[in-house]
């Protein structure tokens, strides 16, 4: 059996350190690397290269398809 294990990340490691020093949840340090995750995947690059821009747009698509204000906000 092979493994499929992906290395973690400099970027993603230092959010969940930054996360943890603010005592956020597990819960909510999933949910916040899963926000990013998929603004990295509609940016389609690494989200540290994010202009403020970009995160109007990405903002902008997740309204005109339908997100709710919590989760908006949440992203």
């Keep these: 059996m092979t493994s499929t294990i992906k290395p973690i990340t400099p970027l993603r490691l230092r ?3 930054d996360m ?3 005592k956020l949840s597990p819960k909510t ?3 916040y690397v899963r926000v ?3 603004f990295s ?3 389609g690059r690494s989200p540290d290269t ?3 821009e970009d ?3 990405y903002q902008l698509y997740l309204v005109d398809h ?3 204000s919590i989760s908006l906000n949440a992203a």
């Design 15 to 17: 959010m969940i350190d």
């Design 20 to 22: 943890r020093m603010r």
């Design 29 to 31: 340090q999933s949910s």
């Design 36 to 38: 990013v995750k998929r």
């Design 41 to 43: 995947s509609f940016l």
């Design 50 to 52: 994010a202009s403020a």
């Design 55 to 57: 995160l109007r747009r």
């Design 66 to 68: 339908g997100i709710s």
